[in-house]
Every structure is written in structure tokens, then in C-alpha cells.
């Protein structure tokens, strides 16, 4: 009991208490983000979030984490990417260059931390695929396209922190339930975090102090995830039990999903796949009339259902291939919505006009 209750709320007072001092050295230090263009917020509003989130994270992990010394390499890639984003927020980088960055801290993963992907489950139904020498770079490009989709889904109040709330508190009972504390422990510590800045980010008494997550928060969290869905979808880092790979697309969810519609939809057009554009699936959603309160809860129930879909599949017994070819199902008859987007637009102003 103590460790599902009071690690995250010690951290989340811990990352509350960080965003109170920092919002104002923000405002001071210009480290704002101003309306304008894509951004229709109302006011300058500090981009402290993400910093706030590491700061409690790595007060926590001193508190209440000991012996799990292989997740160095996870703090240092947590801290790097923060570090950068934080950068992109005060003075802007090339999108190349925050991709090199992106990039290091994958290797760092892969390489000092030696968490990558050895197989795909038993995505076929006959034997576990396998990666061999395909697990190192297929690790990176998967940590590569996690960490810009919780980037492109920081579009509204509470959305990506609210998905990656979600999505660790599937990884925290996923952990408990393989049997492996660190991951447990750290996973709680994280949601505590989120949670912290989410009081300034959804709506709360703490609303009027308003932050942003920035850059530095959604590359973070991004990692974060990127680490966990592979080191507890691997037996080898979990030899008591581990989640089927198949499963974590359905716990990540609509974070993947979306990522995969809005880039074959900018590849299509010959449009730089990271470049920003109102595409996304929540900007499909305020054109359909929702507004911003209701886009938002409408997208963070969505991804806790698509998660509970997979652990619950995965705990009756269903295969991997059936789990996997299901996700494949959603992800098509999302990408159909999509492509035909108008269409499904006017016809649900139509019924909610009714």
C-alpha cells in the first residue's frame, strides 16, 4: 500500500512544488510560450513542465529507488532529452539537429543500458520472431517514432501528459504484475510526477497558474515510454514472466495510431513527416465540434480502453497474432477515417446539430 499510494503522491507533491517555483523564474528568464499562429492559448504561459517533471523524478528516485543500477542509462537519456527540449523551448532548433539528440539518447538506451528488442512475440502463432541483429536498429527506430508522437499529441491543455499518465499507469501494473519492482517502483514515481503537473495543466484550482509541458517534457515522457514497452515486453529483462510485445501497441494506442495516420498523410503530400501542421486526430475533433475539455477526455478514455483491450486479451490467454492482427484491424479502420476525414466531420456536426 505504500508503495501504490505514497510513492506517487510524495512525487507528485514533489513535482506541484517544482512547478510553483519554477513558473516564476520562467517568466522572468523568457522561457514562455507566446499565442500566436497555430497556438491560440490565451497569454505567455511558462513552458516548466517538463523540467518540473525530471526535477521530481530524480528527487524521488533518491528517496525511494535503490539498487537498479541499469537504469543510469535511463535518467541520463530522461535528462538529455529534457536538457534539449528545454533548449528548442528558450531558442529553437533545427528539427535535424533535436533529431541527432533524439538519436544519442536511443544509443544510449540500446547500448549503455542494454534494453532492445530480441523478439516480436509470437506475432505468426507458430514461434517467437526473432530479431538477431535487427534488434538494435529496429529499438531505435521504434524509440525514435515514440518520442515524436508524444511530442506531435502536445496540442492541447492535458493531452500528452494525460496519455503518458495513463499509459505508466498500465506500465506500473504491468510490472507488478511480471514480477519486476524497479520498473514497478518507477513507473509509479513518473505517474506521481505527471500528476503533479497536471494540477497546472487540466482544469484545477491550480488552473490560474497555467504551465505548459514544452519540449522538454513531451521528448522526456516520450523516452520514458520508449524504454518501458520494451523492457517489459522482453524476457530477458524479466525472466519470472514478461508482457507479450503485441500487447504494448494496444497500451500505447492511439499515441502510435496517430503518429502512423498523420505521417502517411504528410508523406503522401510530399510534406516533411515532423512538420506541424493541424492534422492530428484532437484537431479532428474540435472540427467536429468538441471543445478542448471534451477532445481531451474524449482521447485520454479512448487510450485507457485501447490499453485494458490488451492486458485483458493478454491475461484470458488470446494469442499474439490474434492481439497483434487486432491492433492492425484498429490502426486500418483509423487510417480509412482519416483519409476520408471531411466526410466524418460533416456528418457528426450533422448529428449533433440534430
Request: one cysteine or more; proline letters at 4%; aromatic letters at 10%.
Amino acid at each position: 500500500m505504500f508503495e501504490l499510494f505514497w510513492l506517487p503522491a510524495i512525487s507528485a507533491m514533489l513535482g506541484a512544488g517544482a512547478v510553483l517555483i519554477l513558473r516564476p523564474l520562467a517568466t522572468r528568464g523568457g522561457l514562455l510560450d507566446h499565442p500566436g499562429g497555430r497556438k491560440r492559448h490565451a497569454g505567455s504561459t511558462p513552458l516548466v513542465g517538463g523540467i518540473a517533471i525530471l526535477l521530481a523524478i530524480w528527487i524521488s528516485t533518491a528517496m525511494f529507488v535503490r539498487g537498479y543500477d541499469h537504469y543510469n542509462a535511463l535518467y541520463v537519456g530522461l535528462t538529455l532529452l529534457a536538457l534539449v527540449g528545454l533548449f528548442d523551448d528558450l531558442n529553437g532548433i533545427s528539427p535535424l539537429s533535436k533529431l541527432a539528440f533524439q538519436f544519442t539518447a536511443a544509443i544510449l538506451m540500446t547500448s549503455w543500458g542494454e534494453v532492445y528488442l530480441h523478439s516480436l512475440g509470437d506475432l505468426l502463432n507458430k514461434r517467437d520472431v526473432i530479431l538477431y541483429a535487427w534488434g538494435i536498429p529496429l529499438t531505435l527506430l521504434a524509440i525514435l517514432s515514440v518520442v515524436n508522437a508524444i511530442n506531435m499529441t502536445d496540442g492541447l491543455d492535458g493531452l500528452a501528459g494525460g496519455l503518458s499518465l495513463i499509459v505508466f499507469g498500465w506500465f506500473a501494473w504491468l510490472a507488478h504484475e511480471i514480477g519486476n519492482p524497479g520498473a514497478y517502483r518507477i513507473c509509479l514515481l513518473i505517474c506521481g510526477a505527471i500528476v503533479g503537473f497536471l494540477l497546472f495543466n487540466m482544469p484545477s484550482p491550480l488552473r490560474r497558474r497555467l504551465v505548459f509541458l514544452g519540449d522538454a517534457g513531451s521528448l522526456l515522457l516520450g523516452y520514458g515510454i520508449a524504454w518501458f514497452a520494451v523492457e517489459l515486453s522482453q524476457k530477458e529483462y524479466n525472466p519470472g514472466g514478461h508482457v507479450p510485445p503485441a500487447v504494448m501497441l494496444w497500451v500505447v494506442g492511439l499515441i502510435l495510431v496517430d503518429l502512423l495516420a498523420v505521417v502517411l498523410r504528410r508523406a503522401i503530400q510530399g510534406k516533411n513527416p515532423l512538420s506541424a501542421d493541424r492534422t492530428h486526430l484532437h484537431h479532428l475533433l474540435l472540427r467536429m465540434g468538441l471543445n478542448t475539455t471534451q477532445a481531451v477526455w474524449f482521447l485520454l478514455v479512448g487510450n485507457f480502453l485501447l490499453g485494458l483491450i490488451g492486458v485483458v486479451a493478454w491475461k484470458q490467454g488470446v494469442p499474439d497474432s490474434i492481439i497483434f492482427v487486432g491492433f492492425l484491424v484498429f490502426t486500418g479502420i483509423h487510417l480509412l477515417i482519416m483519409q476520408r476525414a471531411w466526410i466524418v466531420i460533416r456528418w457528426v456536426r450533422r448529428l449533433r446539430s440534430k
